[in-house]
């Protein structure tokens, strides 16, 4: 595993570092976008299902339309997960470290970049738990991307997407198993998911955020 781990960093160290973010370089050559009218009616749909579903602290998987997310979800093992973040419910953004470092992007603009996303819940926390956690990851802002952790060699005042997730729950603390590398697709193993958007091509999807306009009872319901 870890001699995966170490050849799918090295294709995503090589292809990321010149374009400067992994969380937005490059198009996919996977995943493709439905049009443009439907594609933000899902935007809108998901932003305020994130919203309604996701608590502080709470841990927000995505795969990308970026050729990066391509390189990240086809060699490693599990879900079809390429970056993960965290939500800030009091101040309504998402946190994350990407190229640029450790920082704050509005709910709407990190949903936009993506073909799905899960909210998920670290197993056995709190909300008091989570929200330390926030705190904890709030204090890392302005942190630079840990990119030799992509190789194995973690920098302790850096972080990468996953790892900066993952220690915001103290996982030694708790006697989690923390792999060398930490990929995306390594964090549903220690949590569950509270929510999950469905992709973007997947047509009922599409048709409840055309539909969702005109049904005011679906506000509500949230």
Same mark, same amino acid.
């Given at each position: 595993?870890?001699? &995966?781990?170490?050849?799918?960093? @090295?294709?995503?160290?090589?292809?990321? =570092?010149?374009?400067?973010?992994?969380?937005? @370089?490059?198009?996919?050559?996977?995943? &493709?976008? /439905? !049009? %443009?009218?439907t594609d933000?009616?899902?935007?809108?749909?998901?932003?305020? #299902?994130?919203?309604?579903?996701?608590? +502080?602290?709470?841990? $927000?998987?995505?795969?990308?339309?970026?050729?990066?997310?391509?390189? $990240?979800?086809?060699?490693?093992?599990?879900?079809?997960? @390429?970056?993960?973040?965290?939500?800030? &419910?009091?101040?309504? *953004? $998402? $946190?994350e470290a990407?190229?640029?470092?450790?920082? #704050?992007?509005s709910v709407? @603009?990190?949903?936009?970049?993506?073909?799905?996303?899960? *909210?998920?819940?670290?197993?056995?926390?709190?909300?008091?738990?989570?929200?330390?956690?926030?705190?904890?990851?709030?204090?890392?802002?302005?942190?630079?991307? +840990?990119?030799?952790?992509?190789?194995?060699?973690?920098? /302790?005042?850096?972080?990468?997407?996953? #790892?900066?997730?993952?220690?915001?729950?103290? /996982? #030694?603390?708790?006697?989690?198993?923390? %792999?060398?590398?930490?990929? %995306?697709?390594?964090?549903? &193993?220690?949590? !569950?998911?509270?929510?999950?958007?469905?992709?973007?091509?997947?047509? +009922?999807? !599409?048709?409840? =955020?055309?539909?969702? /306009?005109?049904? %005011?009872?679906?506000?509500?319901?949230?």
């Amino acid at each position: 595993m870890r001699g &995966k781990h170490l050849a799918l960093i @090295s294709s995503v160290a090589a292809i990321a =570092a010149p374009i400067g973010g992994m969380a937005c @370089s490059g198009q996919s050559m996977v995943v &493709k976008r /439905p !049009q %443009p009218a439907t594609d933000t009616a899902i935007t809108a749909l998901w932003a305020d #299902e994130i919203r309604a579903n996701a608590e +502080d602290g709470d841990w $927000i998987l995505s795969r990308s339309y970026s050729f990066v997310g391509d390189v $990240i979800t086809g060699m490693t093992r599990g879900d079809d997960w @390429s970056h993960a973040a965290m939500y800030d &419910k009091e101040h309504d *953004v $998402i $946190i994350e470290a990407t190229g640029d470092g450790v920082h #704050e992007t509005s709910v709407e @603009s990190f949903v936009r970049r993506n073909y799905h996303l899960a *909210v998920m819940r670290p197993g056995g926390t709190t909300a008091a738990e989570r929200r330390a956690g926030l705190e904890r990851v709030r204090g890392k802002m302005g942190t630079k991307y +840990d990119w030799s952790g992509l190789i194995g060699f973690d920098d /302790p005042d850096r972080f990468t997407c996953a #790892e900066l997730i993952l220690w915001s729950a103290e /996982p #030694e603390r708790r006697g989690w198993h923390v %792999p060398i590398i930490v990929a %995306p697709s390594d964090l549903p &193993k220690y949590g !569950q998911v509270v929510f999950y958007t469905g992709t973007r091509d997947d047509r +009922d999807v !599409q048709l409840l =955020a055309r539909s969702a /306009p005109a049904l %005011p009872f679906l506000a509500a319901a949230r």
